[in-house]
């Protein structure tokens, strides 16, 4: 499996993104997709997930509410839709996917798959 993340950018306080994340090859395989973020000097964390036929989603207490996970299936595309951005919403973005359903959603040490980080930075 492949995973191309997209749309990361420059955004002023408030403002929103969307990020894309494009998944190739055996999709099939597939069992839940997450996204995770890493910011400067921290940890990689957990911000979202969505299992692959589309439901249930999942979040981090941080972003819930203004975040929003979703999924194109006729484009094996996920999305992360970003509202209400924050400076501390400042990271490089990771989408990640997994195989296996007993896998830890939270856990980035859980997922097979990745794709390449996409900046996304906030400013005040």
């Known amino acids: 499996v492949q995973l191309q993340a997209s749309g990361g950018g420059v955004v002023q306080a408030g403002g929103s993104l969307r990020l894309s994340c494009a998944a190739s090859?055996?999709?099939?395989?597939?069992?839940?997709t997450g996204w995770f973020r890493q910011a400067p000097g921290k940890e990689r964390e957990f911000v979202s997930a969505?299992?692959?036929?589309?439901?249930?989603?999942y979040y981090a207490q941080a972003v819930k509410g203004r975040f929003t996970i979703s999924r194109d299936h006729a484009k094996n595309t996920v999305f992360l839709q970003m509202n209400s951005l924050k400076p501390d919403d400042t990271a490089v973005y990771y989408c990640?996917?997994?195989?296996?359903?007993?896998?830890?959603?939270?856990?980035?040490?859980?997922?097979?798959?990745w794709g390449q980080g996409t900046l996304v930075t906030v400013s005040s």
């Open positions: 990640a996917a997994h195989s296996r359903g007993y896998s830890d959603r939270y856990n980035y040490a859980d997922y097979d798959y």
């Open positions: 090859g055996r999709t099939f395989s597939v069992y839940e």
């Open positions: 969505i299992a692959w036929r589309g439901s249930p989603t």
